[in-house]
């Protein structure tokens, strides 16, 4: 009998393994098989065998080997029974057997391929989302439902569908040719924004930040802004990443209690990656289209990168940034943004108005940024008791545990 407790740390191993390894076992996969719903199938009855097995005969030095291994196998057992071994096997040994006289490739990355795969135009967008999010990104049904602010169950049938009609349309697992980029290029960005947010500040878990998945995501940014040259915000997006992903190093304490952007150490951001989100976008500007989402967002990041405090930043140019981002995205998440920076630069009575009318509209219901934002714009007017009532209704509705914590912490200190 297996104790309770190894196999509690065996769980916690196994699905650290899956957010790290995750994306590459399911793009490996889905190379040999040639379906992303099977591969990702596959790689979900690999870790089920891991949680049976890891926790009496331990976890083997290369786990992702391990999981491709064990899924692989699975693969061919299925195939045997299905009498299409040899067909397969031939195919198989083609892919292993690789040569230059191959067609070139842009790009020869498999999780690139199967970010685009995703994305194929047979899925709403909606579905193309859920679905990297759940293959590459490696996050859970109730993570990507979070994301999405609807129900698990949703997410669920929306993922199962996804799979569906991409085996259905036989959709090939490769990079497209160059003339079929724009019509997936606007989801493959957008899913790899939400990867990097998901690291930037985690929706559930003990930890605040996800380095590991944000880094993954800035990767990929890199290759599609190296993919597609002449597309601004690709460079827009890298620019942001860079620098947002510049203040990792001094968002938490070694404990991994979350430190806020006015108490951040500055000296501690990483200032070549700084440089490198100046340089991304001058590109996204050089190519005279005008600044989108991303550009925008990064010139907010900028402003924030090169002042030497929250004091001296420049929030009259932030609100701007905002208010033409609102203009371009109508997202109320960009609102509740541009009352932020609106409170400090006009004051928080004049950004509790623009909270306050969210709030009335039902806009942000059921997640904790607008009682987590409205909480602290009433303790700088003097209305600790209900600041509060906000921060314990934020803390309810988050699922991380430090962000849980740092705004209980927030409300017992008022």
Request: charged letters at 25%; hydrophobic letters at 45%; one cysteine or more.
């Amino acid at each position: 009998m297996v104790d309770s407790g190894r196999a509690a740390d065996t769980g916690r191993t196994v699905d650290a393994v899956w957010r790290i390894e995750g994306a590459h076992v399911v793009a490996t996969l889905a190379r040999m098989v040639g379906d992303v719903g099977l591969a990702e199938d596959l790689a979900q009855e690999a870790v089920a065998d891991a949680l049976a097995q890891w926790p009496t005969s331990g976890v083997p030095r290369n786990a992702g080997a391990w999981l491709t291994t064990v899924a692989k196998r699975k693969a061919i057992d299925g195939w045997r029974r299905r009498e299409r071994l040899d067909q397969r096997y031939e195919l198989i040994a083609r892919d292993l057997d690789e040569t230059a006289a191959e067609d070139w490739e842009p790009i020869d990355d498999d999780v690139l391929r199967l970010i685009f795969a995703a994305c194929h135009p047979v899925l709403g967008r909606d579905a193309q989302v859920a679905l990297t999010l759940r293959v590459v990104g490696g996050l859970t049904t109730e993570e990507i439902a979070r994301l999405f602010v609807v129900g698990r169950s949703t997410i669920q049938q929306r993922i199962v569908r996804a799979k569906k009609t991409l085996t259905e349309a036989r959709v090939p697992f490769e990079v497209p040719e160059p003339h079929d980029w724009p019509t997936r290029l606007g989801a493959v960005l957008g899913v790899v924004y939400l990867i990097f947010t998901e690291g930037y500040a985690a929706t559930s878990g003990e930890k605040w930040v996800r380095v590991d998945l944000a880094n993954e995501a800035l990767r990929l940014a890199r290759m599609l802004a190296g993919l597609v040259p002449t597309e601004p915000e690709a460079h827009g997006l890298v620019a942001l990443m860079e620098f947002q992903a510049s203040r990792f190093a001094s968002r938490t304490k070694l404990d991994g209690t979350p430190i806020v952007l006015a108490d951040q150490d500055r000296a501690r951001w990483d200032f070549s990656q700084i440089a490198r989100g100046d340089a991304a976008l001058r590109r996204a500007d050089a190519l005279g289209r005008g600044r989108g989402n991303y550009a925008l967002q990064a010139a907010i990041a900028q402003c924030h990168a090169h002042a030497s405090s929250v004091e001296v930043t420049d929030w009259g140019r932030i609100v701007l940034l905002y208010e033409a981002l609102e203009a371009l995205t109508a997202n109320p998440v960009v609102t509740l943004n541009r009352a932020v920076a609106v409170s400090m630069a006009a004051g928080p009575h004049e950004a509790l108005k623009l909270v306050d009318e969210l709030r009335a509209a039902g806009k942000l219901r059921g997640t904790y940024l607008l009682p987590s934002v409205r909480g602290e714009l009433l303790a700088q007017v003097g209305r600790a008791d209900e600041a509060r009532a906000d921060f314990a209704e934020a803390a309810s509705l988050t699922t991380n545990v430090r962000q849980r914590n740092h705004l209980l912490q927030k409300a017992q200190n008022l």
